[in-house]
């Protein structure tokens, strides 16, 4: 199979605009999670005069109510500039241009308003893929288990379970990309369509996950090295917050990698899934196996059959 890495950088570079708006709600979120803690550690000092164990439980308490935070803002802002970022890479990598006159983050919003008219609609649809996908990476690795009863192959298995997880990291948003391509069927017919052509190509996505995960691995160590090194040289003088320091190295890290190599792994996989999935048609064979094992697909399925096809344009007016 192709890599399609020309294409992927072409498409990342042309995209820049998006990158610049990614990077920069990233940028705030990433800020206002560290003002958050900074509150948390004052909060936790004050109070610590009234009895020495109440710093310790604000800090868990601290802790335990920012995965809430965290996942609100990711499902409910980010995600959604994400899928007009996607909508803008289908566009590009199968199509060539956009309409002329229309900017990217103007046709990306105006292809996710026009698509899903609600966006929880969007999470729905995400979510379900999202756990067929799951299911079906599963039932791939069972065909590996033969490597378990091999010596020093145990290892094997489970750094392509790692790998299989950055498949599974992209594959949806993949998907989504079909149906920006293709919007007179429903979401949840291209939903359908697109689980079982990932099946009939998953093999292809394999190796491209190797790379993705091989690049994620080698990445972070650096940037943590580029983050929490310096982090750790300025906490000299402040020995009793250097903790405090590590987490803003470890948030300064994470927010690097979002913005430097996600974009880029997620260009790489849309256009893989696109371009290896172009003129092939859905395997009856597949597509019973999928729904054999999945209650997930089941339901999409079912409502690929109930769901109207909606009378959509394929982008916005030039």
């Known amino acids: ?21 990614r990077a920069a709600a990233y ?14 550690f004052f909060m936790g000092r004050a109070l610590a005069e009234i009895h020495q164990n109440i710093e310790f439980f604000v800090w868990i308490i601290g802790f335990l ?17 994400k899928a007009g970022h996607v909508a803008v ?6 199509k060539g241009n956009l309409p002329e006159g229309v900017g990217q983050i103007e ?17 729905v649809v995400d979510r379900l893929i999202h756990g067929v ?26 750094i392509m379970r790692t790998i299989l997880y950055f498949s599974l990291t992209y594959i949806d948003e993949a998907i989504l990309a079909r149906h920006f391509l293709n919007p007179q069927q429903s979401i949840w017919e291209n939903a359908r369509k697109g689980i079982i052509l990932y099946a009939q190509i998953w093999k292809s996505i394999l190796v491209t996950a190797i790379i993705t995960g091989l690049l994620s691995l080698v990445s972070l160590p650096i940037l943590l090295f ?22 803003f190295g470890v948030i300064a890290a994470w927010i690097l990698k979002v913005i430097l190599l996600e974009p880029f792994t997620l260009t790489q996989m849309v256009i893989v899934y696109l371009k290896e999935t172009s003129g092939l048609q859905p395997n009856a064979e597949w597509e019973q196996k999928i729904q054999n094992f ?7 399925q079912e409502k690929a059959r109930t769901q109207p096809s909606p009378s959509l344009p394929s982008s916005p007016s030039r």
């Open 65 to 81: 109510v920012s995965f809430p935070i965290i996942r609100l803002a990711r499902e409910y802002l980010l995600y959604l500039i």
């Open 133 to 158: 996908i799951h299911a079906l990476n599963g039932m791939m690795m069972g065909l590996t288990s033969f490597l378990s009863d091999i010596p020093g192959m145990d290892g094997l298995r489970k």
């Open 107 to 123: 046709f990306g919003k105006k292809m996710v308003t026009d698509h899903f008219k609600q966006s929880s609609s969007l999470f």
């Open 294 to 300: 999945s209650g997930k697909f089941r339901e999409i």
């Open 27 to 40: 940028l705030a979120f990433g800020i206002s999670f560290g003002i958050y803690w900074i509150l948390i």
């Open 226 to 247: 580029m983050t929490v090194g310096p982090a750790l040289a300025v906490s000299v003088g402040h020995p009793a917050q250097r903790w405090l320091f590590v987490i």
């Open 89 to 94: 890479i289908a566009t590009l990598a199968m």
């Open 1 to 21: 199979m192709a890599l399609y890495l020309s294409e992927t950088t072409s498409v990342v570079f042309k995209t820049l605009p998006y990158l610049f708006l």
